[in-house]
């Protein structure tokens, strides 16, 4: 009985080297992805010993199975390492949002703090979903918070790309905002050139403010 998988509930398939190899014959690959052809297992085995490598199974449900002679720790090491980088892309791609507070009354200071923080999210890869929400009677002044929002779009336009036009979900509207890799690249280069000359001058590095919470500064007049 196969093992099974945690996250799926089905068989987890096992890789069979070597002496785990019970059927025969097998069609063997060699280590420069030569065709040897089909042979018996224990001559392939016998082979791959010859070479100081391993007989691996890569194709089981072929008849007859393909084998090829490789260095299997390497193998093995070369998977997780590919594992690695499809785990770390699909975590640089997720979404982040950021709010324009509760309501449309939001200063320009308070957007200027909410496009670099969407900023720093987007040259790290990820994309970012700006959110401006309606408060009360406002949602009559829908052209303010879209002007907002497109303000946003239009300072990021630098390293961004309107992947959504704003759509609306009760009383607030969205945008998405997708990295512009060659964009992203370009403002990079930019970044270090500026710190290259602020250090050259013996200047110190520009200190970030933190974000505000906006929304409590918004009073409730507006309520219905």
Known sequence: MGRFSRDSGGPVQRTRVNLMIRITP???IGPENEQIGVVETHDAMRMA?????DLVEISPEARPPV??????GKYKYELSQKARKTRAASKSTEMKEVRLGRSIKIGAH???IR????RRFLVDGHKVMVTQRFKGREIAHRDLGLATLKQVADALADVAKVEQT???MGKQASIILAPDKVKVEAYKRKVEKEKAERAAAGL????EPELPDVEDD?????EE
């Open 49 to 53: 010993q010859e070479k100081g490598l």
């Open 110 to 112: 308070d957007v200027l």
């Open 26 to 28: 097998v069609r063997v």
């Open 218 to 222: 918004i009073d409730d007049d507006d």
């Open 166 to 168: 704003p759509r609306w």
């Open 115 to 118: 496009v670099n923080q969407s």
């Open 204 to 207: 110190a590095e520009p200190v």
């Open 67 to 72: 084998c090829k002679i490789m260095d299997y």
